[in-house]
Structure formats: structure tokens, C-alpha cells
């Protein structure tokens, strides 16, 4: 299915498409055009509209285009997907910047990522990465107490507040 947004995606724009690939629809391709073109294009190009006005799925009660794709394809129950959508929601709705602490530099990465990369595709592409390092970090219901889904320990404490030579415990001790 295509699906279709607009032009010089930063967050929403970034967090959909991974979404979309890795839960709702493997096989999507998407568009990206000037917003006052999404709505017709859509319609000429049978594609599903998101994250514009007037959209299919877009900002709803408060909530971003990431939340409201996860409310209306009934992915709530992934614990790791909700942390995410809190870091997606606080980065992409500026009067809540501040309700996750992951909100702020998730921005930073999607207004930097504008700035190195011309090509919208390109600049999703390497998006996806953040997106699944961010997901990943979130444990799975089986995980040992601290430790990522993929088996890394982490810290309780926040890593600006960490000790100079602190580590995952898997590192060799800097101190010696």
C-alpha cells in the first residue's frame, strides 16, 4: 500500500514509517510531497494520507500521528511501543517538549537530520535506526531486571549523572 505525507519529515514523519513497516503494513511504500498536495495526491494515488492536515491519520486528541496509529491499529499492548510513542509524543508536540526526558534530543536528531540530508527517503532510511535503537532499549517482558532486549545492561541512573568511567558492566574497567 502506498501511503503518503508531507515533504521534509522530522519526527512524526520518521516515527510513522517505522511504525507502519514494522507493524501494520511490511510492504509500504511511501510518499513524501508538499503538504498542500498530500490530500490529492492521495486520492490519485489510492495512498493512505498521514501527519497533514486534513490527513487520514493525523494528530488526534492531543495525541500524535504516532499514538494515533497505534490506538486505531490496536498495538497498545507492546510495552516497548508505548515507551517509545511517550519519547515520539514529547518530541513532536512542542507544548509537552518537556514530558519525557528522550523528548528533547529525539527533536534535536530529527531538526539536525533535516539539515545533513536532502533527500527525504535518504533521511528516513537512516531514521529507522534511531527508531529501533530507541524500541530496542525498552525490555522485553522476559529480560533479566536492567537489562535492554537485546541482553546490554543499563544503568538506573541517567547517563549525564553517571560517574566519569562508569559502564555497562560488560567493558573492560577504564580505571584499570
Given at each position: ?148 532486549r537485546t ?24 580505571s584499570g
Open positions: 500500500m502506498k501511503w503518503i505525507t508531507r515533504a521534509r519529515p522530522k519526527t512524526d514523519r520518521i516515527a510513522c514509517p517505522w511504525l507502519i513497516t514494522k507493524f501494520i503494513d511490511p510492504a509500504a511504500e511511501f510518499l513524501y510531497v508538499p503538504a498542500e498536495q498530500v490530500l490529492d495526491l492521495a486520492g490519485r494515488e489510492d495512498a493512505i494520507s498521514f501527519d497533514a492536515p486534513g490527513a487520514h491519520y493525523t494528530h488526534r486528541d492531543g495525541k500524535c500521528t504516532f499514538e494515533v496509529l497505534i490506538d486505531d491499529y490496536s498495538l497498545a499492548g507492546d510495552l516497548a511501543l508505548m515507551r517509545l510513542a511517550r519519547i515520539v509524543h514529547a518530541a513532536d508536540i512542542a507544548a509537552d517538549l518537556g514530558t519525557d526526558p528522550a523528548g528533547p534530543g529525539l527533536l534535536a536528531i530529527g531538526v539536525g537530520g533535516l539539515d545533513v540530508e536532502d533527500d527525504d527517503h535518504r533521511l528516513l532510511e537512516k531514521g529507522r535506526f534511531v527508531y529501533d535503537a530507541l524500541y530496542a532499549l525498552v525490555p522485553a517482558p522476559t529480560a533479566r531486571p536492567g537489562m535492554s541482553g546490554y545492561l543499563r544503568s538506573t541512573m541517567p547517563l549525564a549523572a553517571q560517574p566519569r568511567g562508569a559502564n555497562c558492566g560488560r567493558c573492560p574497567d577504564p
